[in-house]
């Protein structure tokens, strides 16, 4: 199907009740098995993995921990950075010439110094601010850097640029692998050490799963790498389990697979008993995302959503405040940080986490690369719930009455900002 046409059928229908919609999703990538609805649950399957839309990609066996903010998640990262004997695997949306990203780019040319293959993979658009001097100079000290779409001219590729690779992933020999929503930015450090302290999440996972994100990592790269720099996922050795931990990765590709993590997410939302907590920085959702938070409060779950009061955009804050209203009025309750949440989590009941890169936007729906890991864990949704809820508490409620009082002018632009949603 070409490619502007399909993306002509996602901003016609995002909420996937157009036939031809579900035909695509049905013989794109699943082998014609259709997974537009959600599992029932008279389906064979554990208590826990039933929150898991496609029970086939739960991987079994993993430690799992949750970083939280660059504060925890950076050091963690250098650190398997320079404990890597074989290779390195990095895939970043934007890397900045900045105190942290420099700190990154010395680390990735002291492994590659010692022998290590490093693989850099990032997105031309998200590092439009970084210097190209920056990646020739890591190029030239021996780490393979590759630019996602970068433009060539001559080349009627342009519109390339609108998909991105928004996802972030780092995988050391093959053992211990981390993804989430955190860049390599000063924004990502705390205010005391001079960064804009914006709060995120990753995860740290060990066991046979981290073999599934390096390959999700490796089918971009090989596609663009020269053949000396290719690694066949095929090659990749068998991880030994370091834990009890359900892992599912749930990755979309640049053409098949438009929708499965925005499925994933349903599925799971769906099946809550108790409690739906979810954190989104861009949240400016589908009328079927919008229908499942309200049907959650409509079967007696205490549904939360956190958002930033402000965000880096101020035209995704009026959209997303477009939707606001009717969220409040079916019982969703609302929280908008004074600090950027920038967290893409979303926690069910006491069992499901689900930690990536995927924003509750247009972009992410039809354009972006994107990955998430859902987590079937106690522990990990436990912590979850504990760092969103330390972010609730600093955090201002918003309430229907307050937010019934603005204007008519406020209102009109909130209006006119999610109608422009598909393009923002």
Not at 61 to 67: F, K, Q, Y
Not at 105 to 122: E, F, H, K, Q, W
Not at 150 to 165: E, I, M, S, T, V
Not at 264 to 284: K, Q
Request: with cysteine; net charge positive.
């Amino acid at each position: 199907m070409p490619i502007l046409e399909l993306d002509t059928k996602i901003a016609r229908r995002q909420d996937l009740d157009d036939a031809p919609l579900k035909l695509y999703m049905l013989f794109s990538a699943h082998g014609g098995r259709d997974l537009t609805r959600s599992q029932g649950p008279g389906q064979s399957m554990t208590t826990s993995a039933r929150y898991i839309e496609d029970p086939e990609a739960l991987v079994a066996g993993n430690a799992v921990r949750l970083l939280r903010n660059g504060r925890e998640a950076f050091p963690s990262w250098l650190s398997a950075i320079v404990a890597a004997r074989v290779r390195v695997s990095l895939e970043m949306y934007i890397f900045s010439d900045d105190t942290i990203g420099r700190r990154f780019a010395d680390a990735l040319v002291a492994a590659a110094a010692r022998g290590v293959a490093v693989r850099l993979l990032y997105d031309y658009v998200g590092c439009r601010d970084t210097p190209a001097a920056f990646f020739d100079a890591l190029r030239a000290r021996g780490v393979h850097t590759i630019a996602y779409h970068r433009p060539r001219f001559g080349r009627r590729r342009f519109w390339k640029l609108w998909r991105r690779n928004h996802r972030k992933t780092l995988v050391c020999d093959g053992l211990v692998a981390f993804t989430g929503g955190l860049n390599i930015s000063n924004e990502w450090l705390e205010a005391e050490a001079g960064g804009g302290g914006w709060h995120d999440a990753a995860v740290r996972l060990e066991g046979p799963v981290v073999a599934v994100l390096e390959a999700k990592f490796l089918s971009t790269w090989n596609r663009r790498a020269r053949k000396r720099a290719r690694l066949d996922p095929k090659a990749l050795a068998k991880i030994a389990v370091a834990g009890d931990v359900g892992v599912a990765v749930v990755s979309n590709k640049e053409l098949g697979d438009r929708f499965v993590i925005r499925r994933s997410g349903l599925h799971a939302a769906r099946e809550g008993r108790t409690r739906i907590v979810l954190a989104n920085p861009y949240f400016v959702p589908d009328r079927g995302i919008l229908r499942a938070l309200m049907n959650g409060v409509a079967r007696g779950l205490d549904v939360r959503l956190l958002v930033p009061h402000s965000s880096d955009s101020r035209l995704v804050d009026f959209a997303a405040r477009a939707v606001f209203e009717p969220l409040l009025r079916a019982g969703v309750r609302i929280w908008r940080s004074p600090a950027f949440v920038h967290t893409k989590l979303l926690a069910v009941d006491d069992a499901f986490v689900s930690i990536g890169s995927y924003n509750l936007d247009h972009r992410s729906l039809a354009y972006n690369l994107e990955l998430v890991v859902n987590i079937i864990d106690g522990p990990c949704n436990a912590a979850a719930v504990a760092m969103l809820e330390e972010d609730i508490a600093s955090s201002v409620e918003l309430t229907l009455a307050a937010f019934s009082r603005r204007s008519w002018f406020v209102r009109l632009l909130e209006s006119c900002a999610y109608a422009l949603r598909r393009w923002l």
